[in-house]
């Protein structure tokens, strides 16, 4: 019998537990069978598309970096002095950057959605002893409630997002001097208490605020992919489930969070020399133009890490996101039941 959009229509997909429990479950179903083969395909698929995007930015921003090229030659050629990207070529790309950013961001969204609406589903269905799940069966359960798992991250991203930058602006609020009583310390001084107080403490403590937001409304996706809610009534439940495991949520997500930006910074570095030979490249077919080449070297090993947190890295994020929801779920329903045999 079919349900409304804020009703459960599955069984409890989950057991009480503890940290160990839930990382070692994630370990195990994260890392094998449909899940991971369906990880692959994503992330086979983000690269593709990222790939596209980031070249369909250096192809749309071509003729300006040969505009800057072209400004430079000229000024070194008469022996004047020069800015860079001056002569109206710094708007253009800022404008191209900005698409492109906005590009991947939704890709990103696609990607996060996607992996974990698909985690929740194998996670559930592993604890049920479902048997046998294909990657097929597995997309098939899991695009049922893709919209709903989109509009949940949106709304968390926009959440938390808004917390970030919220700690953004006053930190350049502090630094223009625009908040009354506090002055930015001169070059070369010692930072009053006040100003240390006010232009970094209190910024990093809000922008802090967003990570811990998140952690709260992780569990969201699965609870509205699994319990069939609607957006808003799976960000809310998964407030209430975490109310009472707020440090089991909040060290599940600094080590999860500690482990995916680890494995970027190694990435970032071990692909370093990547970029030589990929500049090499950028300056044979845009002839020598060192201006776009720089700009590719730059963001080519990080964006490159970036593409590898799919395979290495989501499946644990997942997985254990989809197990501490599992988790919080049994334990609800746990203490609703002695509650009801104690009266």
């Known amino acids: 019998m079919a349900r409304d959009g804020n009703q459960p229509t599955e069984q409890p997909c989950g057991r ?22 369906f990880t692959l395909r994503v992330a086979a698929l983000t690269a593709l598309l990222g790939c596209a995007i980031v070249a369909g930015g250096f192809a749309a921003a071509w003729d300006t970096f040969e505009g800057v090229r072209n400004y430079a030659d000229r000024n070194i050629a008469n022996e004047d002095s020069y800015v860079a990207y ?11 950057g900005s698409v492109v950013s906005l590009l991947l961001l939704v890709l990103g969204l696609l990607v996060v959605s996607v992996l974990h609406a698909a985690y929740a589903v194998a996670d559930c269905h592993a604890t049920r002893d479902g048997g046998a799940l294909s990657v097929r069966a597995l997309w098939r359960r899991t695009r049922r409630r893709l919209p709903a798992a989109l509009a949940v991250n949106a709304l968390t991203g926009l959440a938390v997002g808004a917390m970030v930058l919220a700690g953004y602006v006053l930190w350049m609020f502090v630094e223009r001097g625009e908040v009354p009583g506090v002055e930015p310390t001169p070059l070369g001084e010692t930072a009053t208490p006040l100003y240390t107080l006010v232009g970094w403490v209190l910024p990093i403590g809000v922008m802090c605020l967003g990570p811990l937001l998140y ?4 569990p969201a996706t699965a609870e509205t992919v699994l319990e069939r809610r609607s957006p808003f009534v799976a960000l809310y439940r998964s ?32 692909l370093a020399p990547l970029a030589h030979f990929a500049g090499l490249g950028m300056l044979w077919l845009s002839d020598d133009n060192v201006w776009i080449t720089g700009v590719l070297v730059m963001i080519l090993p990080t964006a490159v890490a970036l593409l590898l ?9 997942c997985g254990t996101i989809a197990r501490l929801h599992g988790e919080l779920r049994a334990e609800l329903r746990a203490g609703a039941g002695d509650g009801v045999r104690g009266a």
Request: without cysteine; aromatic residues 10%; positive net charge.
């Open 16 to 37: 009480p537990g503890g940290v160990g429990g839930v990382l070692s479950a994630a370990l195990v179903r994260g890392y094998r069978g449909a899940a991971y083969g």
């Open 86 to 96: 001056a002569d109206g070529g710094w708007f253009p790309l800022v404008r191209v």
């Open 215 to 218: 952690f709260r409304l992780s």
């Open 239 to 270: 407030w209430v489930l975490t109310r009472g495991a707020r440090m089991r949520v909040f060290g599940l997500g600094t080590l999860l969070m500690a482990t995916a930006a680890l494995v970027v910074l190694l990435a970032a570095y071990a």
């Open 309 to 317: 947190l799919p395979p290495l890295v989501m499946p644990l994020v």
